[in-house]
């Protein structure tokens, strides 16, 4: 059985107006533990289809199973991080960690929670700043305050839609690393759907990489190897260029298409 398995997945929004495919019989298997990076261009329904494994949509066909059950709604089995922050404006920085960890019913004692919110805000460096309020942060602290209360949640599956797109690259880097002990290096590890923009991210952090073109998978790249390497070793490896190259080449015959020609001049 599989963690999550959409199988045959169409999704059309409707309004009054008119009528919009956004996804197209669209499968994908990913098994417990696994960490698949989806990446594609704007638009080719990277969100909407996080949104339905997130329980937060529904598809018009096809179905998604979560442990070999139907999703009907959202559950405490899987954790968000939006690409747009979405913190709770009327709490502080801690109290918005410690609202997630009470979610995930880890823990009843208030001390413990309390330690749990303040350990997972040192995790992304934002200790000093767990009394403030949300308007008194920046877009990327913001961000950084949303996968600590994800995280802290300690989800079986972490669904994450371009959650570093705001953070300043260095804590961009200290995030991906934070990701990856505590979803592949841990002793359960997570079954991890994490859409990115970012080549090298998805490369760093995947155990495949899944291609979107509009509506559908285009393709899918197995990258294992990066398993128990450091990032600067990983950056000298063959296979390391052979799939950056890969995925460049679907980038840009994703142009060509959009411009309608074969030769694109880059
Ligand atoms: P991505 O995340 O890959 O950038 P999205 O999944 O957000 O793309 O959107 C896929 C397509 O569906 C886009 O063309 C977008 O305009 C359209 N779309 C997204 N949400 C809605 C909606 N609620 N109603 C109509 N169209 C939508
Ligand atoms: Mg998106």
Not at 13 to 21: A, G, N, P, R, T
Not at 25 to 35: D, H, T
């Amino acid at each position: 059985m599989y963690k999550v398995e959409i199988n045959n997945v169409s999704l059309l929004f409707k309004d009054s107006e008119k009528e919009f495919l956004a996804l197209d019989k669209v499968s994908l298997k990913i098994e417990e533990g696994e960490f698949v990076c989806i990446i594609g261009p704007s638009g080719c329904g990277k969100s909407t289809l996080i949104s339905l494994v997130a329980g937060l949509n529904f598809p018009t066909e096809g179905e998604i199973y979560i442990d070999g059950k139907t999703v009907t709604g959202a559950g405490t089995n899987r954790g968000m991080v939006f690409q747009h922050y979405s913190l709770f404006l009327w709490l502080t920085a801690k109290k918005n960690v410690s609202f997630g960890i009470k979610q995930a019913n880890l823990f009843k004692d208030k001390k413990q929670i309390d330690e749990r919110a303040a350990e997972f805000l040192e995790k992304v460096g934002l200790e000093e700043y767990a009394d403030k309020y949300p308007y008194q942060l920046s877009g990327g602290m913001q961000q950084r305050i949303a996968i600590a209360r994800t995280l802290a949640m300690d989800t079986e599956i972490l669904l994450m839609d371009e959650p570093f797109g705001a953070v300043d690259p260095k804590n961009r880097l200290a995030l991906q690393d934070l990701t990856v002990n505590l979803c592949k290096k841990c002793e359960d590890r997570k079954a991890v759907v994490f859409v990115t923009h970012d080549i090298d991210e998805a490369i760093f952090l995947a155990d495949r990489i899944v291609f979107m073109e509009p509506k559908k998978i285009k393709e899918q790249i197995k990258v294992g190897f990066t398993k128990n390497i450091a990032r600067d070793q990983v950056l000298r490896t063959p296979e390391y260029m052979e799939v950056r190259n890969r995925l460049m080449n679907l980038f840009y015959e994703d142009i060509g298409n959009r411009i309608g020609g074969e030769e694109v001049v880059i």
